[in-house]
């Protein structure tokens, strides 16, 4: 830094106190990678510790507004509490892992694959929780929202404590705590203001009323009597004093409404998203109202969890367009273990990609590996490299094994699937494969995301016209198959062979095989697609060339 000349204008107040933010944030970065030996988990963990001596109990939270399907993205905030969680509990602490639906913040726009659009536009500026379900299956929106995604966390060994921000609103919980932060509206304004090209009114209030009449929040604040009751006018019209003891029709403004649940809950760990993160934003602020209103305590420690491209969906992710994936669909591909691993193996302030597309025969390859470096299996030198990637297996596995199990890699159980038709029982059952599940997701691989050119189906009747040099070749294939036994490696020695014996290329030699078998140029490894498939009816197929 000594080498960069910065220009800061002395008026602008607001360039000032974002520049500040953003030179911690990137020094905060830097001291992260020094300590890159560790999982990322573990150091968090260790800082909470550190930040938070003496408690018999940690808490880490997270938390969203179901205002649209909580996608892939979402589910980053919930596993990477999940992981400093477990980080804590493997180092003898006990946790509480609270999840907030904010389903009393007000609904802004509607998701455009959402039906009964019509409808719901009538309740924008109204509480999610107060908007109907447009597919009429429960209670409301929120609640829509809020179950699909917890029957799936249970999948991935995730059991966090949900807290419905509606019913503590609504049962007036907060109330002593909106008390304290009216009284310190002052100096809250001074703090939102340094971060604001115009300054807040001096008649404002850090409250949000839902309106008696119409239920939005389109109010404002006209009075307050330093105690509980506070007077509101509606755009409707409406205009009335309540106290906010006894009707919980009041709300706090985001950023003081997190800071204040921090110290409500007692919050330690509470990651945000990079949009929170940014200098200047509500992470930021929030912060520094926590300090200023509660100067004896500590705000939680914060990491930042960037973005997630989804591949092979077909455009990109939006939650406004409804274009989303979520941890459901997610996992009808990737194992719950492996879908851990992807998280677990990947720094949270990384973005990083989530495949659909040809990269799962990757991402499986990799978690297998990881597997047998646990196991002592895979041979790796660097000592460290070693400890790190046994580290990332315990944290993503729903139950360690006691020994690790045969594997049959996702690439090659697509091909097995595809021999037999896509019958899932009979391809576990003919191959002894123990893991079931991960057969069904490469099943759902295929019918929804595997490109056309992956997908093949054996021929009953050879209908492929094949040159008379390459027919008596793989009739002569057809006569060795019947005679003999062979490993993998053994059959594709023979295919060379073959190929010098009638002076062919074995690049067209393959294509033919691949033509006669499946009506295609290409197609699996051809030695170990002819073992799988059965070298006698392969024989007999091939036999039809006569």
């Not at 604001?196 to 409250?207: G, K």
Request: charged letters at 35%; one cysteine or more.
């Amino acid at each position: 830094m000594s080498n960069c000349v910065w220009h800061i204008p002395e008026n602008n107040r607001w360039f000032n106190n974002v520049l500040e933010s953003y030179l911690n944030l990137i020094f905060n970065l830097k001291d992260m990678k020094e300590e890159s030996n560790y999982h990322w988990a573990d150091l968090a963990a260790e800082k909470v510790i550190e930040e938070f001596k003496g408690n018999k109990l940690f808490t880490c939270a997270a938390g969203i507004t179901p205002s649209g399907t909580v996608h892939i993205g979402n589910f980053r905030e919930v596993i990477t509490v999940y992981l400093v969680s477990k980080a804590l509990e493997d180092k003898g602490k006990r946790v509480r892992f609270i999840y907030s639906w904010d389903d009393y913040d007000r609904l802004r726009k509607i998701p455009k694959n959402l039906p009964k659009q019509e409808l719901l536009k009538k309740y924008l500026g109204k509480p999610t929780v107060d908007t109907p379900d447009p597919y009429g299956c429960h209670k409301n929106y929120a609640e829509h929202l809020e179950k699909e995604f917890e029957k799936e966390l249970p999948k991935v060994d995730i059991h966090p404590e949900f807290i419905y921000q509606n019913k503590k609103y609504r049962n007036c919980d907060y109330a002593d705590n909106i008390k304290y932060v009216l009284s310190k509206r002052d100096e809250i304004k001074v703090i939102l203001d340094k971060y604001r090209e115009e300054e807040l009114s001096d008649d404002w209030f850090p409250l949000h009323v839902y309106c008696e009449k119409c239920n939005t929040d389109e109010t404002k604040v006209t009075n307050y009597d330093e105690e509980y009751n506070v007077t509101y006018k509606c755009k409707c019209g409406f205009e009335n004093t309540i106290d906010f003891r006894k009707k919980g029709i009041v709300k706090l403004p985001w950023r003081i409404e997190w800071c204040m649940r921090w110290e409500y809950e007692g919050v330690n760990f509470e990651p945000g998203g990079k949009e929170h993160s940014t200098p200047g934003g509500s992470r930021d602020t929030s912060k520094e109202i926590f300090e200023r209103l509660y100067p004896e305590k500590k705000p939680p420690i914060y990491m930042m969890y960037d973005y997630i491209i989804v591949k092979g969906i077909g455009g990109k992710m939006s939650s406004s367009l409804g274009n989303v994936i979520n941890l459901k669909d997610a996992l009808e591909i990737y194992e719950p273990s492996v879908l851990r691993w992807i998280f677990a193996s990947t720094r949270p302030n990384t973005e990083f990609a989530i495949s659909f597309d040809m990269d799962v025969l990757k991402i499986y390859e990799d978690f297998d590996k990881c597997e047998r470096i646990y196991f002592d299996k895979e041979e790796i030198k660097n000592e460290k490299e070693r400890d790190k990637q046994k580290r990332i297996y315990e944290l993503s596995c729903i139950k360690i094994p006691k020994k690790i199990s045969e594997q049959h890699t996702f690439r090659h159980l697509t091909t097995l699937l595809q021999i037999h038709e896509m019958d899932v029982s009979k391809t576990v059952k003919e191959f002894k494969i123990n893991n079931k599940e991960r057969v069904i997701c490469a099943k759902n691989w295929i019918e929804k995301y595997a490109p056309e050119e992956f997908k093949f189906k054996i021929v009953d009747r050879v209908k492929a016209k094949v040159n008379k040099e390459y027919k008596e070749a793989l009739l002569e294939l057809a006569e060795r198959l019947e005679k003999k036994n062979y490993s993998e490696q053994e059959l594709f020695n023979e295919f060379y062979d073959i190929c010098n014996k009638f002076n062919l290329k074995n690049t067209e030699f393959f294509k033919a095989a691949y033509n006669v078998l499946i009506n295609k140029d290409k197609g699996p490894r051809l030695a170990g697609f002819i073992l799988a498939i059965g070298k006698n009816r392969v024989s007999k197929l091939l036999k039809q060339l006569k």
